[in-house]
C-alpha cells in the first residue's frame, strides 16, 4: 500500500534534481570557460565564471549537504576547491572561495 506524498517529500525531491541540474551547469560553465580561455576570449571566459559561480551558490542554497570547500594539495597546489559527495569537484578562484564562508556558513577553507 502507498501512502501519498507530503509536501516535503515533493519539495526535498524537487530541490535535489534542481541542486544537481545546478551542479551540471556549474561544470559545463567551468569546461567552456576553459575553452574560450585558451581561445583567447577573455570576455567570455569572465562571463562563463560568473555562471558557474552563481551555478554554484545556487546548489549551496538547495543542498549544502554533502558539499566540502578544500585547498586542493594533489594536482593545484593551493587553488580552492569545491566538492560535492558523488558529483565531483571543481575548482574556484581564490576572491569567490571567501564568499562562499558565509553562503555555507562555515570556514571557506578547510
Not at 5 to 12: A, D, E
Not at 39 to 57: D, E, N, T, W
Not at 72 to 81: A, E, I, K, M, Q
Amino acid at each position: 500500500m502507498h501512502g501519498k506524498q507530503t509536501f516535503s517529500s515533493i519539495l526535498n525531491t524537487t530541490r535535489d534534481k534542481c541542486a544537481e541540474r545546478a551542479w551540471q551547469r556549474a561544470r559545463l560553465a567551468s569546461q567552456l570557460r576553459h575553452i574560450a580561455a585558451d581561445g583567447g576570449r577573455s570576455r567570455a571566459a569572465s562571463m562563463l565564471g560568473r555562471i558557474k559561480q552563481r551555478a554554484i551558490l545556487r546548489v549551496i542554497a538547495l543542498s549544502p549537504v554533502g558539499l566540502r570547500v578544500a585547498t586542493d594539495r594533489h594536482r593545484y597546489v593551493g587553488l580552492p576547491s569545491i566538492s560535492w559527495a558523488g558529483h565531483g569537484r571543481l575548482h574556484l578562484p581564490a576572491k569567490f572561495a571567501c564568499r562562499l564562508d558565509s553562503a555555507l556558513g562555515r570556514a571557506a577553507i578547510a
